[in-house]
């Protein structure tokens, strides 16, 4: 089965604090791409990152950074002295090389972050 | 820096009524998507298409249809709207290989049907 796990339905914390936003997923494919996105109230999505199967290097982007470990089938997204702007909706997704590129998404978890 | 559109934000519509949404993209993809999305279910699959003509039902097809008559275009047809219907409906477009896969979203179209 294809699934992706997002255990979180809704985390707040205070500005400044760190956040880790947990992902687990699950897949027999050996060939697939796993993606973060944002969902501001706008609706629209942004994507973060993508990471395929092969490489598991963990990747830092200013505030963010992202834990990819295959032996626990994980993908976890962390914000680093977060502030309010990142509140929203965070998505992650599994994508199927071998279907086409279908997503299989989580259902998401609500980012507070108050002042 | 346009790369894939819906052809409206949001939209009303009367129960019964046939709803056309629209979507393009202009990478040359092959493979697009409509999901949709709904609080606490997060984006789900309706239908999708590998090509012209082509199209695949998805984890949740009852009560659309698609259309796919030119690359760059992939349509979702709600054929008689229920309010059940009312969601969040969002089109990707998917191509590459390898390392150079990439994906895109549209904006998203909100549709509430009354």
């Known amino acids: 089965a294809q699934k992706v796990t997002q255990a979180q339905t809704e985390i707040s914390v205070v500005e400044k604090e760190d956040v880790t936003l947990d992902c687990v997923y699950e897949t027999r494919d050996t060939t697939y791409y796993l993606f973060w996105y944002k969902q501001p109230p706008s609706g629209e999505l942004v994507f973060l990152i993508r990471r395929n199967s092969f490489d598991e290097q963990n990747e830092i982007s200013g505030r963010y950074s992202w834990n990819f470990q295959k032996s626990t089938s994980s993908f976890n997204f962390t914000i680093t002295a977060s502030q309010v702007v990142d509140s929203a909706v965070y998505f992650c997704?599994?994508?199927?090389?071998?279907?086409?590129?279908?997503?299989?998404f989580g259902q998401g978890t609500e980012l507070s972050v108050k002042p | 820096d346009v790369k894939v559109t819906q052809s409206s934000r949001y939209l009303v519509k009367r129960t019964g009524e046939k709803v056309f949404l629209e979507c393009v993209q202009d990478m040359d993809h092959e493979n697009m998507f409509w999901y949709r999305q709904d609080p606490g279910l997060g984006l789900r699959l309706i239908y999708f298409s590998y090509d012209v003509k082509m199209k695949e039902k998805g984890d949740i097809p009852e009560g659309y249809s698609v259309s796919r008559e030119k690359k760059e275009r992939f349509s979702l047809i709600l054929e008689s709207a229920s309010t059940n219907q009312t969601s969040m409906y969002l089109c990707?477009?998917?191509?590459?290989?390898?390392?150079?896969?990439?994906?895109?979203f549209g904006p998203g179209t909100r549709l509430t049907v009354t």
């Open positions: 990707a477009s998917v191509g590459g290989s390898g390392v150079r896969y990439e994906q895109y």
């Open positions: 997704a599994l994508l199927l090389y071998n279907q086409g590129g279908k997503l299989i």
